[in-house]
Structures are given as structure tokens and as C-alpha cells.
């Protein structure tokens, strides 16, 4: 049961990103979207992985059901499923091995999350200007996302896909941010553009529920 989610999962994702993606939101598309977080979901909840990572995962499903539609109709709801499921991230990787402590072990965990800290300072800055009302929402997220990611470099050496898979699911939000609020995509690119910010996504996704559902 678990092995077939994983393949509705990944189905799923190539089906979106190679075909949906550019395509008029639908039932179809919605569905397809939502299925491929979804069903991670449903395969860290049958492997007995933590709560927090089921609850994450699906609130992460969602964010995606409602993206899948207009995206600046239904961003702010959007926005708001994903924020849920970056602070159910924090306790998630805070709770195993270390957690605060396992930057005092390795220099480069600390260093890696400052500049994560910078980096994400600096796009917030640069995207201020166009952000409008979504203000201190979007600087409110901005905080979740980055602890999150910080949070994830506590993480033990056995964890590292959920390391990679947190910087991922940052890039992709940072792709995403630049398109809805300064209209520039990536190399003026919108297909590569979209093609980065689902793969990114879903793969980060994938790459945190991996270490609890594969090797569990």
C-alpha cells in the first residue's frame, strides 16, 4: 500500500509538471496537483511516521489544492495551508537528535542556516515593494519558511534528504515569490519557470517524508 502511494505520488507529479502546469485551472487539474502531496501523506501515515510530518504533508496538499486554481485568487488561503505546514516542520526537525544543540557539533550547520537567514532577508527586501496589503503576511511566512529551514540543519547526518529537501521547498517559494510579485520569471522563462517551482517543491517534499516512509 505504501509503495503504491509512492507511485500515485510521483504519477501524480510528472503528470502536473509535464502537462498540467501551464494548463487553465479544472477539476482535473486540481485533483492531479493535490493527489501528488496528498498521497505522501497517506504513505508517512501508514509507515507510522510522526504526526507532525502527516499533518505538514497535508496541509502542504492543501495549500496545493487551492494554488491549483487562480493563484492570486487563492493565494492568500494558499499561503496560509503552507505556513501551517512549515511551523509543524520546526518542532518535526527540532525534536529529532539534538536539536538546538547540533549546532555547536558542526561549524558548517550554523553558518549554513545564517546565510539561509540572509539570503531570505534579502529577497523579502528586494520583493517588498511590490508585495502591496500582503504585507506583513508575506514577511510572517517569510519567518516560517526560513525557520524551517534553519531548523532542518539540526537535523542528524542520517536526515540529510530532509535537509536538501527544505532548502528545495525555499527555492521553489523563492521562484514563486518573484513571479507574483515582481512578474519576472526565471531566465524569462515561464514554462522553466513553472517546471523549477513544482519539481522543486514536490521533490523537497518527497526528499523530507523520505527518511520516515523509505527507511523507517
Do not use: N
Not at 516560517?144 to 540529510?160: D, E, G, H, K, N
Not at 524569462?188 to 523509505?214: H, N, S
Request: glycine fraction near 10%; proline fraction near 4%.
Amino acid at each position: 500500500m505504501i509503495e503504491g502511494l509512492g507511485i500515485v505520488s510521483l504519477a501524480a507529479a510528472l503528470a502536473y509538471g509535464l502537462w498540467l502546469t501551464h494548463r487553465p485551472p479544472s477539476w482535473l487539474r486540481t485533483v492531479v496537483k493535490t493527489a501528488a502531496v496528498a498521497a505522501l501523506a497517506g504513505a508517512a501515515f501508514l509507515a507510522g511516521a510522526p504526526l507532525l510530518l502527516v499533518l505538514a504533508l497535508a496541509f502542504s496538499a492543501l495549500g496545493d489544492a487551492f494554488l491549483a486554481g487562480d493563484a492570486r485568487k487563492w493565494l492568500q488561503p494558499g499561503m496560509a495551508a503552507f505556513f501551517v505546514a512549515h511551523v509543524l516542520y520546526v518542532p518535526l526537525f527540532l525534536g529529532i537528535g539534538a536539536g538546538l544543540a547540533e549546532f555547536t557539533v558542526l561549524g558548517w550547520r550554523l553558518g549554513a542556516a545564517l546565510a539561509v537567514v540572509v539570503v531570505g532577508a534579502l529577497l523579502l527586501r528586494w520583493l517588498w515593494p511590490g508585495v502591496g496589503q500582503m504585507r506583513y503576511m508575506v514577511a510572517v511566512y517569510v519567518l516560517a519558511i526560513l525557520a524551517m529551514v534553519a531548523a532542518s540543519f539540526t537535523l542528524p547526518a542520517s536526515y540529510a534528504a530532509c535537509m536538501a529537501g527544505a532548502v528545495a521547498f525555499m527555492a521553489s517559494d523563492s521562484i514563486l515569490a518573484v513571479q507574483l510579485f515582481k512578474d519576472e520569471t526565471v531566465f524569462g522563462r515561464p514554462k522553466l519557470a513553472g517546471l523549477l517551482i513544482w519539481f522543486l517543491y514536490w521533490g523537497g517534499q518527497t526528499a523530507i517524508a523520505w527518511p520516515f516512509v523509505v527507511w523507517r
